[in-house]
């Protein structure tokens, strides 16, 4: 997995107000792609001060997991309180093991909205500048170095120890660039030159970098902080980072009880694949006219008598995307299509259905305080629970992904009528006049490679188990593989549809079909003729389906448009 760089959004970009109540999955992609500034309520930093002073108080006087205790099965063994402050960063050093490729820009900056904006909801009892941190990196693009592997379903700990140690100075980031400069020496690079980050907030006189331990702050020179990282180097990248906390007991656990990754990486695959859902009917429309099909199989009575609504949603849009009658008249000829074209509407239906669903338990969940435990400050009380395990979730992950991987089947089954003359009255596979042509006949090989990735991407994750911590911990949701399945399979989508979208294009060329250019299909087929080569001779393919995988956001566009 490779590393990409953050975008700093521009000053004029519009805001992202985050509340701890009212934020969404498309919020959380803004801010991932740099769209958007973040803005924390009024309201909400009132909550989080509140919850940071109960939290102290609480932890002074009675037993409170994570702050006067250990954690898992050290959960018995009491914290002294002279030993207090140096137990919260031990517990951020001793987490932060994340293991794996290091996580693109985006996934990360996912993480750090989430978790900003479930702190807002007041049930952490952090300290109030950590909220700010997480909200400055986020508008100035820096980004701490999160490893891929290190959760099962239970709390994202590892990569959010990760974040926190960064946020204490001793963990490293990537700037707006996405570079990261790690030397040698603690304060030289290759060159021997000093490494420094800018500082947020304006320089502070007098630092420069110079070997030291633990991640300290040490002298240097004017408006710059380098971090020494313990004997591993120095860490620096093009951005301003945030300036160091102290962080303490109190915030440790606070910060790193949650599933902020999982939800993160959710939220950008939910987006992406809700999209390319609605993208795969546009290019379906296009397979419908390249092979005269009926459009019975969206006649509004039809799902009038199965009121399923997605399903009847997915006919409206079909019906207006090419332009059919609500009770369109039979067809000449044959009586009915493939299942590729008559269960359209009965198999994206669901999985627009499994969207809705998964951004439903999405929302709760990015708007939830569900940190464990539960600080109170109405009720001055620390509340021990299980809200951190994430089975809504992982079940609405592998229900979508199930759903999507069917649609994706459904396009290989149009992509192989489009190769039978029976049904567009051309030569096999879309060849050309050159006897024994090929066309297009090894995009059903490909599209069924790319299927068959798919299909494994499905396998229920939420079937994981795990017995851990000396069996205290002793069930584990996999949310967080949910999570990374579903995102890996948006390339492998994107190639089987657009296999799918070359053959209708090319079938659409041959017969010389044109849509009305007003209707949405007509203007899909003129953008897709834009990018597609019209070469009809045998040749190789690869560049055909990736320009037209890369296509399919603009279809997305033409699909969301098709609204009444």
């Known amino acids: ?28 992609v803004r801010l991932a792609d740099g769209a958007a500034r973040p803005v924390p309520g009024t309201d909400a930093m009132k909550r989080v001060e509140e919850s940071w002073c109960a939290a102290r108080q609480i932890a002074a006087t009675g037993r ?20 207090a402050t140096g137990h919260g960063l031990r517990l951020l050093r001793s987490n932060a093991g994340a293991i794996g490729e290091e996580l693109p820009a985006r996934q990360v900056r996912a993480m750090l909205a989430v978790r900003a904006n479930q702190l807002l909801a007041g049930g952490a009892g952090l300290r109030p500048t950590v909220v700010t941190a997480l909200c400055e990196a986020l508008e100035n693009g820096a980004y701490p170095v999160v490893n891929e592997f290190g959760s099962v379903g239970t709390g994202d700990i590892a990569a959010l120890a990760q974040v926190g140690l960064a946020l204490a100075g001793e963990h490293p980031w990537r700037g707006s660039d996405g570079s990261l400069v790690r030397s040698g020496a603690a304060d030289v ?28 702050v040490v002298p240097g020179g004017s408006g710059s902080v380098a971090w020494s990282g313990g004997g591993s180097g120095a860490w620096s990248g ?11 007991n109190n915030d440790a656990l606070a910060l790193i009880s949650s599933n902020a990754l999982t939800l993160g990486q959710a939220a950008l695959a939910l987006h992406e694949l809700r999209g390319l859902i609605g993208a795969t009917q546009v290019v379906a429309a296009l397979s419908l006219l390249a ?43 044959r009586i009915q299509d493939p299942y590729g074209f008559r269960c359209l509407p009965q198999i994206h239906g669901p999985a627009h259905d499994a969207a809705d669903a998964l951004e439903a338990v999405l929302a709760v969940e990015i708007n939830a305080a569900a940190e464990n ?18 089975a809504q979730l992982a079940l609405a992950l592998d229900h979508f992904r199930l759903a999507v991987t069917q649609v994706a089947r459904l396009s290989t089954s149009r992509l192989s009528t489009l190769n039978e003359p029976a049904y567009t009255r051309l030569r096999p596979f879309l060849a050309d006049q050159e006897p024994a042509s090929s066309g297009v006949m090894i995009l059903e090989y490909a599209a069924g490679a790319a299927l068959g990735d798919l299909r494994a991407f499905s396998a229920p994750a939420s079937l994981g188990h795990a017995v851990l911590s000396r069996g205290v911990e002793e069930q584990a949701s996999f949310a967080s593989l949910a999570a990374r399945q579903t995102l890996r399979a948006c390339d492998a989508y994107r190639l ?8 209708a294009v090319r079938a659409l060329r041959q017969r010389d079909l044109r849509p009305e250019p007003d209707l949405p ?39 969301r448009g098709s609204t009444s």
């Open 1 to 28: 997995m490779s590393t990409s760089c953050a975008v700093t959004p521009p000053a004029d970009v519009a805001l992202v107000v985050l509340d701890g109540r009212r934020t969404g999955v498309d919020d959380v």
């Open 238 to 248: 093009g951005g301003v980072v945030p300036e160091p906390l102290a962080l303490d």
């Open 64 to 83: 409170v997991y994570g702050r006067s205790t250990g954690v898992g099965a050290n959960r018995t063994e009491d914290v002294p309180t002279e030993a």
């Open 496 to 503: 089987v549809v657009g296999c799918e979208l070359v053959a």
């Open 291 to 333: 092979v005269d099909g009926s459009h019975e199989a969206y006649a509004a009575p039809v799902h009038a008598a199965r009121p399923h609504r997605g399903s009847i949603e997915v006919a409206r849009r079909m019906r207006e995307l090419i332009g059919a009658a609500d009770r369109p008249t039979p067809p000449l000829g």
């Open 189 to 216: 690079d290759g060159d021997g030159a000093v490494v420094e980050v800018p500082r947020a907030g304006g320089p502070r006189a007098g630092e420069r970098s110079r070997p030291g331990a633990g991640g300290s």
């Open 373 to 390: 435990p539960l600080i109170s400050a109405e009720d001055m009380a620390a509340y021990h629970h299980g809200g951190f395990y994430q």
């Open 521 to 559: 299909a007509g203007r899909a087929l003129e953008l897709a003729e834009a990018v597609l080569d019209a070469e009809q001779a045998d040749r190789p393919l690869t560049d055909d389906v990736t320009a037209a995988a890369a296509l399919l956001d603009r279809f997305t566009d033409i699909w």
